[in-house]
């Protein structure tokens, strides 16, 4: 709710402090007071464009402050939030502008700079203005669906969430497509590739191992003749071992003689034993150095075509049975790409037939709240002496490339406002006196959604009078019962039926022109009312009618 309005040097305004409160809210004046300049200086503290013209002649800049109380679920808190600008809880949220005379512009909420397009973002969920110009707000065909889905209390959760796993669904079928057409470029090359790998079957590790084959059998080739005549030294009846075994027998036999040929023995002994280590040594390096040429030329073979592959495919000798796993999976998956492909256009066909489902159950309630809508309308046209005119809600299909989560219907406000004619949209209609009474009846019928937002209503009742005026104050008042508004009016009757009456003049001491507004209190609000009945003279008939309309209030 907007509870206070201040103004300082705008246009005419040099200094002015409103307090407002619940409910119906009139504005009058004579003609010329100034009341479209109140309605400019509460346009800019939300969001209008600002122009250097509102800036009082002489000052070096305009200010306008207003300020609201929310309630807690409003949803301006949300936007609030997420932009960092979360008040204090209970305190009001206050908005100001500056506008300089230079034409430069600031605005805060709640004392931090704000950009004028969340400015602008924030004073949409604050105020509607709806005048016989409007062409937002219920004027907008964008916003008809929105509002017909307030009215039917319509969930599309549901069709939002088949509308996403559809979408999912063709991303995901888009993406195998995508990577079986890349596979399948390349199905030639995987062929060959494994079976090339298939054919070598290298193992992790079997590289180094080839390489330490075949450098064991190089030296075996190049140390052989070395090794046998080493062996032939040590070997046979005439080699070393079996002569040192000789000594020592002999030796055995004459040890005990003396000390000395004991210890030789003992030395003996153990050459005997070194030599014997020696001997079985190369025995084991003959073995291990052992050259098979058919051998060698077989690991030799192996080894450089494990080396040639990994070179081919820019990978190490170890990962090349790593790459053959993943290759035969890539052409595993290439070769049943086409059932998996179906799967996922089955997936696409399932998701969409849900999506449909749940839009056809909207455009369905959307039919059905249309007709509930329709006939809250048509109860509110005659008193407001449009009984020749209808009005329906379109509710049509759009294309496919239009679908959403929102469902795939298109809806529009139309009247017709004589028999015969065609329904047309609501911009169309010609009389600013029709449109303003449709408009009003529609917000009265779609005051059902409990919309809490404060509406102002610029002259929304200009060209009506007498019965007319009375049905058009009598629908504000019922509509101010679930919102505050605030009208600006020439109607007496509309007049009569607010709850506060705001009197707005123009006065000139000889040098300075200025608009000035007050609060009414119950013997003004009376003379007021009477000038409206009659005019620049007010007569006590004037005022006897004054008196009967507030009573009748």
């Known amino acids: 709710m907007l509870t206070g309005l201040s103004i300082r040097d705008v246009v005419l305004i040099e200094s002015l402090d409103l307090v407002f409160g619940p409910g119906l809210g009139v504005l009058t004046g004579e003609t010329g007071a100034g009341k479209s300049i109140l309605l400019d200086a509460l ?8 122009d250097s013209g509102l800036v009082r002649h002489g000052q070096a800049q305009a200010m306008v402050s207003v300020s609201f109380d929310l309630p807690a679920d409003h949803p301006a808190g949300a936007l609030l939030a997420e932009n960092g600008l979360e008040g204090e809880a209970g305190e009001p949220l206050v908005i100001r502008r500056l506008v300089r005379a230079d034409g430069g512009s600031r605005a805060f909420v709640n004392d931090q700079s704000v950009s004028i397009a969340l400015l602008r973002e924030l004073g949409a969920l604050l105020v509607e203005v709806h005048g016989q110009h409007d062409d937002r707000g219920l004027l907008n065909p964008r916003g ?6 307030a009215f039917g209390r319509i969930d599309s959760k549901q069709a939002e969430a088949a509308y996403r796993a559809w979408g999912e669904a063709e991303a995901a ?17 995987l062929e060959h590739a494994v079976a090339e790998l298939a054919k070598l079957a290298p193992e992790e590790g079997e590289e180094e191992a080839l ?143 849900a999506y449909e489902e749940q839009a056809e159950r909207l455009t369905e309630a959307r039919k059905a709240a249309a007709d509930r809508l329709d006939a809250a309308v048509a109860r509110e046209l005659a008193p407001l002496k449009l009984d020749a005119a209808k009005f329906r809600t379109s509710v049509e299909p759009v294309p496919e490339p239009q679908w959403s989560g929102r469902g795939r219907d298109r809806v529009e406000f139309e009247v017709s406002t004589n028999p015969g004619a065609p329904f047309a949209p609501l911009t169309r209609i010609a009389s600013g006196g029709e449109l303003s009474r449709f408009v009003l009846a529609l917000k009265v019928a779609l005051a059902e959604r409990g919309d809490a937002r404060t509406m102002i209503f610029d ?28 009208v600006v009016t020439h109607s007496p009757q509309v007049a009569a039926r607010g709850n506060r009456h705001l009197l707005i003049e123009k006065s000139h001491d000889g040098l300075v022109t200025r608009t000035g507004v007050q609060l009414l209190d119950e013997s003004r609000r009376r003379e007021e009312i009477a000038r409206m009945l009659s005019g620049a003279e007010v007569t006590d008939e004037a005022r006897a009618q004054a008196v009967r309309l507030l009573e009748a209030a």
């Open 43 to 50: 346009g800019l503290a939300l969001g209008t464009r600002a």
């Open 211 to 353: 390489a330490t084959l075949r450098s064991n059998m190089q030296k075996g080739a190049r140390l052989a003749e070395d090794i046998a005549a080493i062996g032939e030294l040590l070997d046979g009846s005439e080699g070393g071992l079996a002569l040192l075994r000789q000594a020592l027998r002999r030796l055995e036999r004459i040890g005990g003689e003396d000390e000395r040929l004991a210890e030789a023995l003992a030395a003996l002994d153990r050459a005997l034993i070194e030599a014997s280590g020696a001997e079985e040594a190369l025995d084991a390096a003959t073995e291990a150095l052992a050259c098979d040429p058919v051998r060698l030329e077989e690991a030799e073979t192996r080894l450089f075509e494990i080396r040639a592959l990994a070179r081919k495919h820019r990978v190490a000798p170890d990962a090349l049975s790593a790459l053959a796993a993943e290759l035969s999976s890539r052409l595993a998956a290439l070769q049943s790409g086409e059932q998996g492909l179906a799967g996922r256009e089955r997936a696409v066909c399932e998701s969409r037939a």
């Open 173 to 189: 079928l888009a993406a195998a497509r995508e990577a079986l057409d890349l596979a399948a470029r390349d199905r030639e090359w």
């Open 459 to 486: 002259e929304i009742d200009r060209g009506v009078g007498g019965a007319v005026a009375s049905a058009v104050g009598e629908r504000l008042h019922r509509l101010a019962e679930t919102a505050q508004l605030l």
């Open 144 to 149: 008809h669906r929105f509002l017909l889905d």
